[in-house]
């Protein structure tokens, strides 16, 4: 069946040069949008990551004093795959954070730090497309990234010493959104997409009994795939887009 042309995803705006990638936990990037990332910084856009947590509670055969550590290096090298140099942890307590003024606190201090246009996020919405529950995690720093986005323009919200306000984030942009309305051809970066979440490889072994490396293209191209049938047939990364 054709995909109507009302149906069709929006290119993402390229007019950008600097992004901050804002995400609960180590391969939440890599489950969404590492694809996208990868075009981007090919292309000589500079994108840094920040993590509310180390996922430390994310392995149940694993205690989180060994487990935090271990995620953190491999999703160090996750990002290096697919050009990010830069990768900060905020150190909220996985599985258990808290939407409110703290968590805004250290986006917005964040934001204020790199001064992105163009900051992205994963779904903050309580379910995966009325399918699956979203975890609170996800939803607590995907809604507080939103909110951060104007609080780090304000120098009266937050107005602790530290880098000045940065009003100049156009866009904040969602991956895994049920009602996306931008996209980004995938096929440049799909294979280094793979590679990035395949340094995941503790938690992949724990997560499925397929071999990783099936199990992570099936993933990633069978989305992108999906996807595509909305951006004229190309692998695509789907976003939801918001204008600021």
């Keep these: 069946m054709t995909v109507s042309t009302n149906d069709q995803l929006k290119p993402m705006p390229e007019?950008?040069?600097?992004?901050?990638?804002?995400?609960?936990?180590?391969d939440d990037l890599e489950y969404g949008c590492s694809a996208a990332i990868a075009a981007w910084t090919d292309g000589g856009r500079e994108v840094t990551y920040v993590l509310a947590t180390r996922g430390e509670?994310?392995?149940?055969?694993?205690?989180?004093?060994?487990?935090?550590?271990?995620?953190e290096q491999e999703q160090r090298a996750s990002a290096a795959v697919v050009g990010v140099t830069e990768v900060e942890f905020l150190d909220?307590?996985?599985?258990?954070?808290?939407?409110?003024?703290?968590?805004?606190?250290?986006?917005a201090a964040a934001i204020r730090r790199h001064r992105p246009e163009l900051v992205i996020t994963l779904n903050h919405?309580?379910?995966?497309?009325?399918?699956?529950?979203?975890?609170?995690?996800?939803v607590a720093v995907g809604r507080a990234t939103l909110d951060a986005a104007g609080d780090a323009g304000n120098r009266w919200i937050f107005p602790e010493p530290g880098p000045e306000p940065w009003n100049g984030?156009?866009?904040?942009?969602?991956?895994?959104?049920?009602?996306?309305?931008?996209?980004?051809?995938?096929?440049?970066g799909m294979e280094r997409a793979v590679l990035s979440l395949l340094e995941h490889r503790t938690y992949i072994e724990v997560l499925t009994d397929e071999e990783p490396e099936a199990y992570v293209r099936n993933f990633l191209t069978g989305f992108a795939q999906t996807t595509g049938e909305r951006f004229g047939g190309k692998p695509a990364v789907a976003f939801e887009l918001f204008s600021r």
């Design 15 to 26: 007019d950008w040069k600097r992004a901050l990638a804002v995400v609960a936990h180590p």
């Design 57 to 71: 509670a994310g392995i149940d055969t694993l205690e989180p004093e060994k487990c935090g550590p271990l995620r």
């Design 92 to 107: 909220h307590k996985d599985g258990v954070v808290e939407y409110g003024t703290a968590l805004r606190r250290d986006i």
């Design 125 to 138: 919405r309580d379910t995966w497309g009325g399918v699956a529950w979203n975890t609170p995690d996800h």
């Design 169 to 188: 984030v156009r866009w904040v942009a969602v991956a895994g959104s049920s009602t996306p309305t931008h996209a980004v051809d995938a096929t440049p």
